[in-house]
């Protein structure tokens, strides 16, 4: 079949992803179909693969790739000890099927790094459907982000005829594509530097920092008129923030546009060197859109993530980003009211009943009664021991704890070695090529560096919350996976490989 060349593979598949990087924000059901639908396809193209021989092997193949790669054992054992604490714990029937479930989408990073590297690519146009992906991302979060402040400022005034994310899950979204955008920001500064360190603050000028800051604002208004006292200003009626919030989609679409098709080489969904004033401006204000975004969501754990991604950034690249995130932080905290009640709370809402300290208090106690675990999806059974605990109280907030209970202490140990190989490469990816004189190479140490801080800040918010269960949030980790194994390839490094 024509459809399942290594060309049309990888055309096909590539339009897909970036489809499911602009639905992702925007609507479950939509993003969860276009995954599946290309999976299959991937599924059926490794088929044929192997059928006209292309098997495990032949050393130059993506299947021996795939294969060889560290990231492979422990996904494959994860994903058997589902299996098996399916079958010795509770609700068998369920358990086998979100089992089922959660393998499937396992073979997504696998997917992505197929998908790029099929058709002998070169690291030119790797590296640009990359930040095609990323650009995509952002498109998306700055529409969510938008409808989800109206939403916030007139009280759920929109329909939510396209089921988009709620509030958690948008924060934990947003815990990943904030590391990347501003990967991205960093990688259009690089291109007018030959230094090896680009500093993130060094190209900004005052007027693009000054509109950064309004965009910022603007947001925040549109949702807490309140906070700035205009609640009480009679010219400032909702029909005002309104045309506020269509003012800043109104700015950012076409920017988004301008530097997509700019930057686009022919039809192909690559994009080219990010380098110009346009570009650095769109990513700017849409990183100010995002951060406004995020606070209004109120989310501690996903706050306390990209707080540790901006200080180990500064820390790798920039001093002054330290001095950045520092004064963001106490600035928002005297500031807003509600970010500062928010922070307040935190001791009063671990300990209240039903609170995360009494629900860690029974995992802990579940993860002791049942070493092997219940089985995935089964943390629930936490309500049967005591009936209390709020409906919407079905796992533990914690993502260790979550995997320990429904995989066992065995199954927490391939997690944790999981998510350590996967964090790993994006900085030994960083360290062995941040000084090459290739720029394309350049590029991929950075991206490397930034997407893997967007797993560690994943994994610090999943401390508080178990955003490894929500789908929607480990779609796009494990899409990220995916763009790290392609790197540790493309740089011809021997990151993972046995």
């Given at each position: 079949m024509e459809l399942l060349t290594n060309?049309?593979?990888?055309?096909?598949?590539?339009?897909?992803?970036?489809?499911?990087?602009?639905?992702?924000?925007?609507?479950?059901?939509?993003?969860?179909?276009?995954?599946?639908?290309?999976?299959?396809?991937?599924?059926?193209?490794?088929?044929?693969?192997?059928?006209?021989?292309?098997?495990?092997?032949?050393?130059?193949?993506?299947?021996?790739?795939?294969?060889?790669?560290?990231?492979?054992?422990?996904?494959?054992?994860?994903?058997?000890?589902?299996?098996?604490?399916?079958?010795?714990?509770?609700?068998?029937?369920?358990?086998?099927?979100?089992?089922?479930?959660?393998?499937?989408?396992?073979?997504?990073?696998?997917?992505?790094?197929?998908?790029?590297?099929?058709?002998?690519?070169?690291?030119?146009?790797?590296?640009?459907?990359?930040?095609?992906?990323?650009?995509?991302?952002?498109?998306?979060?700055?529409?969510?982000?938008?409808?989800?402040?109206?939403?916030?400022?007139?009280?759920?005034?929109?329909?939510?005829?396209?089921?988009?994310?709620?509030?958690?899950?948008?924060?934990?979204?947003?815990?990943?594509?904030?590391?990347?955008?501003?990967?991205?920001?960093?990688?259009?500064?690089?291109?007018?530097?030959?230094?090896?360190?680009?500093?993130?603050?060094?190209?900004?000028?005052?007027?693009?920092?000054?509109?950064?800051?309004?965009?910022?604002?603007?947001?925040?208004?549109?949702?807490?008129?309140?906070?700035?006292?205009?609640?009480?200003?009679?010219?400032?009626?909702?029909?005002?923030?309104?045309?506020?919030?269509?003012?800043?989609?109104?700015?950012?679409?076409?920017?988004?546009?301008?530097n997509f098709s700019r930057h686009c080489?022919?039809?192909?969904?690559?994009?080219?060197?990010?380098?110009?004033?346009?570009?650095?401006?769109?990513?700017?204000?849409?990183?100010?859109?995002?951060?406004?975004?995020?606070?209004?969501?109120?989310?501690?754990?996903?706050?306390?993530?990209?707080?540790?991604?901006?200080?180990?950034?500064?820390?790798?690249?920039?001093?002054?980003?330290?001095?950045?995130?520092?004064f963001f932080i106490m600035a928002t905290?005297?500031?807003?009211?509600?970010?500062?009640?928010?922070?307040?709370?935190?001791?009063?809402?671990?300990?209240?009943?039903?609170?995360?300290?009494?629900?860690?208090?029974?995992?802990?106690?579940?993860?002791?009664?049942?070493?092997?675990?219940?089985?995935?999806?089964?943390?629930?059974?936490?309500?049967?021991?005591?009936?209390?605990?709020?409906?919407?109280?079905?796992?533990?907030?914690?993502?260790?704890?979550?995997?320990?209970?429904?995989?066992?202490?065995?199954?927490?140990?391939?997690?944790?070695?999981?998510?350590?190989?996967?964090?790993?490469?994006?900085?030994?990816?960083?360290?062995?090529?941040?000084?090459?004189?290739?720029?394309?190479?350049?590029?991929?140490?950075?991206?490397?560096?930034?997407?893997?801080?967007?797993?560690?800040?994943?994994?610090?918010?999943?401390?508080?919350?178990?955003?490894?269960?929500?789908?929607?949030?480990?779609?796009?980790?494990?899409?990220?996976?995916?763009?790290?194994?392609?790197?540790?390839?493309?740089?011809?490094?021997?990151?993972?490989?046995?």
């Open positions: 060309s049309r593979f990888s055309k096909y598949s590539h339009f897909a992803l970036a489809g499911y990087c602009l639905a992702s924000g925007l609507s479950i059901g939509l993003s969860q179909t276009i995954i599946v639908v290309t999976l299959l396809y991937w599924i059926a193209y490794l088929v044929k693969q192997i059928s006209l021989g292309n098997r495990f092997n032949d050393q130059s193949s993506e299947l021996q790739a795939i294969y060889a790669h560290q990231l492979t054992a422990p996904i494959m054992y994860w994903v058997t000890i589902s299996f098996v604490s399916a079958l010795v714990g509770m609700n068998s029937g369920r358990a086998l099927e979100e089992a089922f479930k959660m393998s499937i989408y396992l073979l997504l990073p696998f997917c992505v790094f197929t998908s790029l590297s099929s058709f002998r690519l070169n690291a030119e146009v790797r590296l640009g459907r990359m930040k095609c992906y990323l650009f995509c991302l952002l498109l998306s979060q700055i529409i969510a982000g938008v409808y989800r402040t109206i939403n916030v400022g007139f009280n759920d005034v929109l329909v939510h005829s396209l089921k988009p994310p709620g509030a958690v899950t948008e924060s934990g979204q947003l815990v990943l594509v904030i590391a990347g955008v501003i990967g991205l920001w960093f990688i259009s500064a690089l291109g007018r530097t030959s230094a090896a360190k680009p500093s993130a603050l060094s190209h900004k000028k005052a007027s693009e920092a000054a509109m950064a800051v309004s965009v910022f604002l603007g947001v925040l208004i549109i949702a807490w008129p309140d906070v700035f006292g205009l609640n009480r200003v009679l010219w400032f009626s909702p029909v005002v923030r309104i045309f506020l919030a269509l003012g800043i989609m109104g700015m950012l679409l076409p920017m988004f546009v301008f080489v022919g039809k192909e969904l690559t994009m080219g060197r990010l380098n110009g004033v346009h570009v650095r401006r769109f990513l700017l204000f849409g990183i100010a859109t995002l951060f406004a975004v995020f606070l209004i969501n109120l989310k501690r754990g996903p706050w306390l993530g990209v707080c540790l991604e901006l200080l180990i950034v500064g820390v790798l690249l920039s001093r002054r980003l330290i001095f950045f995130t520092v905290l005297v500031a807003l009211a509600p970010a500062r009640t928010r922070l307040m709370q935190l001791v009063d809402d671990f300990v209240i009943s039903g609170g995360r300290q009494y629900m860690w208090e029974i995992g802990s106690e579940l993860a002791q009664r049942f070493p092997v675990g219940l089985g995935l999806d089964n943390a629930q059974v936490m309500r049967n021991l005591d009936p209390s605990l709020p409906e919407l109280h079905r796992h533990m907030h914690n993502n260790l704890l979550n995997v320990a209970v429904e995989n066992g202490w065995l199954g927490m140990m391939v997690y944790i070695w999981w998510m350590f190989v996967a964090i790993k490469m994006g900085f030994v990816i960083w360290q062995t090529n941040k000084g090459a004189v290739d720029l394309n190479v350049r590029e991929g140490a950075l991206l490397g560096l930034f997407l893997s801080c967007g797993l560690v800040g994943w994994q610090v918010a999943g401390l508080a919350e178990y955003n490894f269960g929500d789908g929607e949030v480990c779609m796009i980790a494990l899409f990220f996976m995916g763009l790290l194994l392609t790197l540790g390839q493309l740089l011809q490094k021997p990151v993972g490989a046995r």
